[in-house]
């Protein structure tokens, strides 16, 4: 599975921006997806899982209520909006697939498959 993340950019604090990420290759709907990010000096974290049909969320805690991950297997692509954006939000985003679920228990190692990420810079 290829993934390709995009959707990033510079955006003012308070803003939304939605982050999308197309897949080829092996079946979408076979596998789960995720958002990770990696703000400068730290480590890769979970942001949001979606399942293989949609039907089941997992979000950080600090993604909650703020973003929401949705999938659409007919153009295998998966999706992250993001609303009420903060500062602390400015990282670069990457999708993940895997084939178990994504959530924030899934350790980086376990992922099946990375995209290129892309930047988001939230400005105060």
């Known amino acids: 599975v290829q993934l390709q993340a995009s959707g990033g950019g510079l955006v003012q604090a308070g803003n939304s921006l939605r982050l999308s990420c197309a897949a080829s290759g092996r079946s979408f709907s076979n596998y789960a997806m995720g958002w990770f990010r990696q703000a400068p000096g730290k480590e890769r974290e979970f942001v949001a899982g979606?399942?293989?049909?949609?039907?089941?969320?997992y979000y950080a805690d600090f993604a909650k209520g703020r973003f929401t991950i949705s999938r659409h297997n007919a153009e295998n692509t998966v999706y992250l909006q993001m609303n009420t954006l903060k500062p602390e939000d400015t990282a670069v985003y990457y999708c993940?697939?895997?084939?178990?679920?994504?959530?924030?228990?899934?350790?980086?190692?376990?992922?099946?498959?990375w995209g290129k990420g892309t930047q988001v810079t939230v400005s105060s």
């Open positions: 979606i399942s293989w049909l949609g039907r089941s969320t």
């Open positions: 993940a697939a895997d084939t178990d679920r994504i959530t924030d228990a899934t350790t980086l190692e376990r992922v099946d498959y």
